[in-house]
């Protein structure tokens, strides 16, 4: 490398002038100490300057680089060293935060492969675990009984609106065949009778959905989302458990004795979490149930009532039984889209 350079210094030497003449010049001598400077000793990088100008420029020109660098740690603000401190904190947190994530992802996903294939043991409660199959069964019962409810509204409703429509062919007609107008007059009443009678027992089946929609949709799917977050928790604890047990089987060394009291520590952290969810879980499900006694034992008397006041005729007794349970009734035509709606 040595001779390459001297080589390229060698060629750099040899300057031509304006007769064609070798000749030297006055920067030439300086160049050639700098390159057998290089050689010898190396670049100082400490003492590297910025020429401005090109080379052998006035001494104005040159900018010493120490300078540059010195003048740049004065100028630091003792604020933006606490951003930076900040900013390393932050991203320190969000790596940590990754790591925790990522190896609680993996204990959960082996814990739940282990239970899956039955090569792990799992936490279970027995009483609690029937508790919560019971609530799964009795929401899915409900179901059930909200889709059939609404059947039936859609099916009553169309005999409602018939009812109404041949009421009125029984009183159009009545105006128009004299020699039929009372036959007429009489069914036209009763169809009118009965289309009122029908939004009363709709009004009530309504009502009745309404009430176990909220039951269903909100009070046990909130307490079924409290489950779902016991569930998690227990196996959280369970994989942090299994972690602690093969731990413990290994070597205790002064690093696998760190590790273990890492991972009892994070034992204990997941086991509060797991017995305080239990606990909330085991209240939801206590006041769930008596919260569903009390609304069915409602809503299936008032059913019961308007059904039976309906299909026996007593017009009376279905309007009292509405005004028990505090059903509104919605005028004629609430529900069609309003014209500007419709426009």
Known sequence: MADSIMSKAATMEIPINSNGDTGTLPEDDSLEQDLQQVMVSGPNLNETSIVSGGYGGPAGGIIPTSTIKGSSNHNTSPTEEVSRGVAVEKLDSVKKWGINTYKETWMCTKQMFSEKFGRGSRTVDMELEAQIELLKD?????????????????????????????????????????????EFGYNAETQKLLCK???????????????????????????????????NARLEFDAYRSDLEELSMGPRDAASMVRIEMAQ?????????????????????????ENKVKVMHKQLLLFHNATSAYFAGNQQQLEQTLIQFNVKLKPPGSDKPSWLEEQ
């Open 197 to 231: 009678n029908g939004e009363s027992l709709l009004g009530a089946i309504n009502f009745f959905v309404s009430s176990v929609n909220t039951l269903v949709n909100k009070t046990m799917e909130d307490t079924l989302m409290t489950i779902k977050h016991y569930e």
């Open 138 to 182: 009795t929401k899915s019962k409900y179901e059930n009984i909200l889709r059939l409810a609404t059947a039936l509204i859609s099916h009553f409703q169309s005999m409602v609106q018939t009812q109404q429509a041949l009421g009125d062919t029984f009183t159009d007609l009545s105006q128009k065949s004299p020699e039929l107008q009372d």
């Open 265 to 289: 520590h994070d034992y204990q952290i997941h086991r509060d979490k797991y017995e305080r969810l239990r606990s909330d879980v085991t209240i939801k499900l206590k006041f769930l149930e």
